[in-house]
């Protein structure tokens, strides 16, 4: 094959699909390389709800959700809490987002064939205050198909592409180098991978059969982030802020998003920024059906489950299920231990436990009105959470608080949680619900939660005690951190384009996704509003793409 294009894309996630579609649009030769079988296009992405953030949509206005660029930009500044030199870029595509996510990102999606759950969904809703943390009103907006559903159009467009010879994909090939010459980046080299039949996700062969390389005008890195190498991710752990790094973590990602392109892209001479940055989950569970190695599976509660950790304590608000997960995460692991429990009952998990990824959403991946109403207003919990009810190793379900309490300590073989000590905690809880209102933090958040009308209908359980038997039965679910997003990566500029140490562009280098902290080196900053890691990447990779189409 002729080994030059105008332009190469390292990753086929969703950052680089997105790239290499704006390119081919533009009229450009692609090549996309990409260490995972050709089955693996889409990446990390594929496996999510699907959730984007979105402002001053339709679907927020139908259900009477007052939201604004002004609004959601205060959100997102008050939570990324930008105060390094190097924040400069960050917060000016954080910007660029917010502008773009209340402006033209629905209509282009829609326009591609994207549809949305109608009820929008209130995610991370933040630390207590209206200049801090979180999300004022409700924006995750569910893509129906979820995330293969997010994938679809931008998949569709390359493989138009690919068709007609604009763009071709290598898979099983590996980068290890990119090449330079007088001053800018030129191509890419790496090895040949043994062509490989593991399914999706699943851990893949590292055998080298040969070499290549690749020159272009053009490299643009979206080779996702570092939630796949837990030694990475204890490396970069930010001890200052969240204290010791868990020794215990499951994964949220395949054990391919390994970080190994940061280095490499660094070794180019690309600066890297905020590597401390990052963003885990505190409500994982190991899956009882695994696909890659550790596979956790996040659940995304409603407000009703009591949180403790691992001594039986209850964690203090804004540490509550849905609220702040950093926050939540520093408490936890304040106790010394890596685990922490959910306590609730029947009521509660039927009606507030969703799981995240698309694997575990069947009825919303199908994009089936019917499938979704059978599933979610159907008698019991969703099948995926029935399932791990009665698979999981991570759940305690028992008729009394005394059985449930010694499953728990069988379960750890710790004998943490006093059965006296989680009895008097449950009953003063109990002892709020008999009016509507209350002095507990938790029970005015629900009350607040069931004002609004998408949570009162799939997300918050009717307030009811938890001691009582008609609700039964009890159940205790163990959680585990669950490694997710890095938030720091390759510094970029708005257009995607990679930074040196002095802050200027390295010619022909681009950058997009999460290896960007999903934009700029991290337009997070220190917290994530969720819905805004598939949207950095459809944001980051459009803006790399069209941007590079310029200058080759």
Known sequence: ???????????????????????????????????????????????????????????????????????????????????????????????????????????????????????????????????????????????????????????????????????????????????????????????????????????????????????????????????????LVREYWPEDRLGEPPAHMLSGVPHHVDGRMIAITREAGAAVINSDRMWHYTEGMKNWNPIWPAHGIRIIPGPSSMWFDANGRRLPAPCLPGYDTLATLKEILRSGHDYSWFVLDQSIIEKEFALSGSEQNPDMT?????????????????????????????????????????????????????????????????????????????????????????DKLFRAAKPHKILDPKHGPLIAVRLHILTRKTLGGLHTNVDGQVLDDAGDPVAGLYAAGEVAGFGGGGYHGYNALEGTFLGGCIFSGRRAGRHAATVV
């Open 366 to 454: 199908s994009g089936q009105w019917k499938e979704v109403l059978k599933s979610r207003l159907g008698k019991g919990a969703p099948p995926p959470v029935e399932a791990f009810k009665e698979h999981g190793e991570d759940f305690v379900v028992a008729n009394d608080l005394k059985t449930l309490v010694d499953g728990m300590n069988r379960l750890t073989g710790e004998n943490r949680i006093d059965h006296g000590r989680l009895l008097a905690e449950l009953t003063a809880r109990d002892n709020q619900m008999d009016n509507p209102y209350a002095k507990d933090a938790q029970i005015t958040a629900i009350h607040g939660a069931r004002h609004y009308l998408g």
């Open 1 to 231: 094959m002729d080994n030059n294009s105008d332009a190469i894309v390292v990753g086929a996630g969703l950052a680089g699909l997105v790239a290499a579609a704006e390119l081919a649009d533009a009229g450009k030769s692609v090549l996309i390389v990409e260490q995972e079988g050709e089955n693996s296009v889409g990446g990390q992405a594929h496996w999510s709800l699907g959730g984007l953030f979105l402002v001053d949509s339709p679907e927020q206005r139908r259900m009477r959700i007052k939201d604004s660029a002004e609004l959601a930009l205060q959100d997102w500044l008050g939570s990324a809490g930008f105060d390094r030199d190097e924040d400069y870029w960050p917060r000016k595509t954080a910007e660029a987002f917010v502008e773009f996510a209340a402006g033209e990102m629905r209509p282009w999606l829609y326009e591609q064939g994207m549809r949305w759950f109608p009820v929008v969904g209130w995610a991370e809703r933040g630390g207590s205050t209206a200049t801090g943390h979180g999300n004022s009103v409700p924006r995750f907006h569910i893509t129906w198909g979820t995330g293969p559903g997010v994938v679809a159009p931008f998949e569709r467009r390359v493989r138009e592409h690919m068709d007609a010879g604009r763009i071709t994909l290598k898979a099983r090939h590996r980068v290890a180098r990119v090449l330079t010459a007088d001053g800018r980046v030129t191509g890419v080299a790496g090895e040949m991978l043994a062509p490989s039949t593991v399914q999706r996700g699943e851990r893949s062969s590292r055998e080298v059969i040969d070499d290549f390389e690749f020159h272009a005008g053009a490299v643009l890195v979206t080779s996702g982030g570092i939630g796949g190498n837990h030694d």
